[in-house]
């Protein structure tokens, strides 16, 4: 195939990680699974994409090497996939350096969770771009590629009609620079539902579970790309909750494949029963990333995430026994909240304590709020009502998110503080490395070098202890 084919897909990286900046965090890695899959889509197309992360590397220097390297310019659009609003200003760079070298380089920039249907504001803070892409684009990638198009394509500027759905497509893991040091990823659903306050999904309907054999065919094929069997899949859902049918099901084709897998997910909770737990264990569930959020009944009820608290609490609690019965990993999300105290966080604090023999760790977040068309300011005035108000004014429209002083008693600052203590409370160094290193660090990565490359962070910067 000529060269004139080739795409050049990138994911954009960040000037720095959004939580401490140091050794540990600079050394995460985290798969853009979405530009992969319109990446895969090309390349049953005709087309000959590469797929590269820009990770915290120096926005400039990263284009000064791709035209070093003969990479750029390319005849057909840049895709720029923009995966968190923290990575805007390294893509403002980014497109900036493109146009300053090469202002011919066309460059399509997409990101469902930062672009939001809004390019008026998405250009005012990235000027350099071709065409801003809204939504999923798996159904509309090919015609992306023929500028002649864009006026016809929808999910764009040019034709803000939904584009249509398709299902997630197969990854092919041989587009990926480098992707021996990534966990491969495969989607198993998309949306959610479940009218959590603080979440974008919150009324994004839940998806059906891809079929299991379709699920088995893409892991024995990322498989053979890897050459081993010991992938460490992270199954990807914003709710991952299979039937009990759909986990006979994929079972079944495990052994049919004659597959032996160790793989991760996120899920809710009070959305997983213990019987659940001892099922997929045994197809291979190795960790189990839990979204508790809170033990406090009056904060579970502020986040929307249950009615009946006592109820929630004690799901969870019959959650975590069974993971740590089937062998299982669970590892707690706590999100500090607007309305949080000191003592609405020692309710937490004393449940994860009652629980610590079933937690292999615990990470701890504050509450940021993203823009998101006008429905973001909506939401951040409702959340002024419970006491938080924004440590940036004009934060939302300038960077696309703002961090919170989440109560009248307890700022910003106060807060990350407490996350990063619970968070060592909870989870010692050998506990951090093991979960990272199952889905965020580099595959060759073993524990001595991690702990040889960190020993000089300070301990005040680390979310473990020592």
């Given at each position: 195939?000529?060269?004139?084919?080739?795409?050049?897909?990138?994911?954009a990286?960040?000037?720095?990680?959004?939580?401490?900046?140091?050794?540990?965090?600079?050394?995460?890695?985290?798969?853009?699974?979405?530009?992969?899959?319109?990446?895969?889509?090309?390349?049953?197309?005709?087309?000959?994409?590469?797929?590269?992360?820009?990770?915290?590397?120096?926005?400039?220097?990263?284009?000064e090497?791709?035209?070093?390297?003969?990479?750029?310019?390319t005849?057909?659009?840049?895709?720029?996939?923009?995966?968190?609003?923290?990575?805007?200003?390294?893509?403002?760079?980014?497109?900036?350096?493109?146009?300053?070298?090469?202002?011919?380089?066309?460059?399509?920039?997409?990101?469902?969770?930062?672009?939001?249907?809004?390019?008026?504001?998405?250009?005012?803070?990235?000027?350099?771009?071709?065409?801003?892409v809204?939504?999923?684009?798996?159904?509309?990638?090919?015609?992306?590629?023929?500028?002649?198009?864009?006026s016809f394509?929808?999910?764009?500027?040019?034709?803000?009609?939904?584009?249509?759905?398709?299902?997630?497509?197969?990854?092919?893991?041989?587009?990926?620079?480098?992707f021996?040091?990534?966990?491969?990823?495969?989607?198993?659903?998309?949306?959610?539902?479940?009218?959590?306050?603080f979440?974008?999904?919150?009324?994004?309907?839940?998806?059906?579970?891809?079929?299991?054999?379709?699920?088995?065919?893409e892991?024995?094929?990322?498989?053979?790309?890897?050459?081993?069997?010991?992938?460490?899949?992270?199954?990807?859902?914003?709710?991952?909750?299979?039937?009990?049918?759909?986990?006979?099901?994929f079972?079944?084709?495990?052994?049919?494949?004659?597959?032996?897998?160790?793989?991760?997910?996120?899920?809710?909770?009070?959305?997983?029963?213990?019987?659940?737990?001892?099922?997929?264990?045994?197809?291979?569930?190795?960790?189990?990333?839990?979204?508790?959020?809170?033990?406090?009944?009056?904060?579970?009820?502020?986040?929307?995430?249950?009615?009946?608290?006592?109820?929630?609490?004690?799901?969870?609690?019959?959650?975590?026994?069974?993971?740590?019965?089937?062998?299982?990993?669970?590892?707690?999300?706590?999100?500090?909240?607007?309305?949080?105290?000191?003592?609405?966080?020692?309710?937490?604090v004393?449940?994860?304590?009652?629980?610590?023999?079933?937690?292999?760790?615990v990470?701890?977040?504050?509450?940021?709020?993203?823009?998101?068309?006008?429905?973001?300011?909506?939401?951040?005035?409702?959340?002024?009502?419970q006491?938080?108000?924004?440590?940036?004014?004009?934060?939302?429209?300038?960077?696309?998110?703002?961090?919170?002083?989440?109560?009248?008693?307890?700022?910003?600052?106060?807060?990350?503080?407490?996350?990063?203590?619970?968070?060592?409370?909870?989870?010692?160094?050998?506990?951090?490395?093991?979960?990272?290193?199952?889905?965020?660090?580099?595959?060759?990565?073993?524990?001595?070098?991690?702990?040889?490359?960190?020993?000089?962070?300070?301990?005040?910067?680390?979310?473990?202890?020592?």
């Amino acid at each position: 195939m000529s060269n004139k084919q080739t795409v050049l897909c990138i994911s954009a990286g960040m000037l720095k990680p959004k939580k401490t900046d140091n050794r540990v965090t600079r050394s995460n890695m985290y798969l853009n699974y979405g530009l992969l899959g319109l990446a895969s889509v090309l390349e049953m197309r005709g087309w000959e994409p590469r797929v590269m992360h820009g990770h915290f590397e120096d926005p400039e220097r990263f284009v000064e090497q791709l035209i070093e390297s003969g990479r750029l310019p390319t005849s057909s659009p840049l895709l720029l996939s923009i995966p968190s609003s923290f990575a805007l200003e390294w893509t403002r760079i980014f497109c900036a350096t493109v146009k300053s070298h090469l202002p011919e380089q066309s460059i399509i920039v997409g990101g469902r969770w930062v672009t939001a249907n809004d390019a008026g504001w998405f250009r005012s803070r990235i000027p350099d771009v071709d065409l801003v892409v809204f939504g999923t684009a798996e159904s509309t990638v090919h015609d992306l590629m023929h500028k002649s198009r864009w006026s016809f394509t929808p999910g764009t500027e040019r034709c803000p009609a939904e584009a249509p759905t398709s299902a997630s497509p197969t990854l092919n893991y041989r587009l990926l620079e480098g992707f021996s040091e990534f966990t491969p990823s495969f989607e198993v659903s998309r949306g959610c539902g479940r009218g959590c306050n603080f979440c974008a999904e919150a009324k994004a309907r839940l998806s059906p579970m891809k079929q299991a054999a379709s699920l088995v065919s893409e892991i024995r094929d990322a498989m053979e790309v890897y050459g081993t069997s010991d992938i460490r899949a992270y199954f990807e859902a914003s709710l991952f909750q299979p039937s009990s049918a759909w986990i006979q099901e994929f079972s079944a084709a495990l052994e049919t494949a004659g597959i032996t897998l160790r793989w991760r997910t996120e899920t809710r909770m009070d959305n997983i029963t213990p019987s659940q737990i001892g099922a997929l264990a045994r197809t291979g569930l190795a960790v189990l990333d839990l979204g508790l959020e809170t033990a406090s009944p009056r904060q579970i009820q502020a986040m929307g995430k249950s009615t009946h608290p006592a109820t929630y609490l004690r799901k969870a609690a019959e959650v975590l026994q069974a993971c740590a019965l089937h062998g299982v990993w669970a590892k707690v999300n706590i999100l500090i909240y607007p309305g949080e105290t000191e003592e609405t966080l020692a309710e937490t604090v004393a449940w994860l304590d009652q629980h610590r023999a079933h937690i292999k760790g615990v990470s701890v977040g504050t509450t940021i709020v993203f823009r998101f068309n006008d429905s973001s300011a909506d939401y951040l005035a409702s959340l002024q009502m419970q006491g938080a108000y924004p440590v940036s004014a004009e934060g939302l429209d300038r960077h696309g998110y703002t961090h919170l002083h989440i109560s009248p008693t307890m700022s910003y600052s106060k807060a990350q503080s407490l996350a990063q203590s619970i968070s060592k409370r909870f989870m010692s160094e050998r506990d951090y490395f093991d979960l990272k290193s199952f889905s965020y660090l580099p595959r060759s990565l073993c524990f001595e070098e991690f702990a040889a490359a960190t020993a000089n962070v300070p301990d005040a910067e680390l979310s473990y202890r020592r």
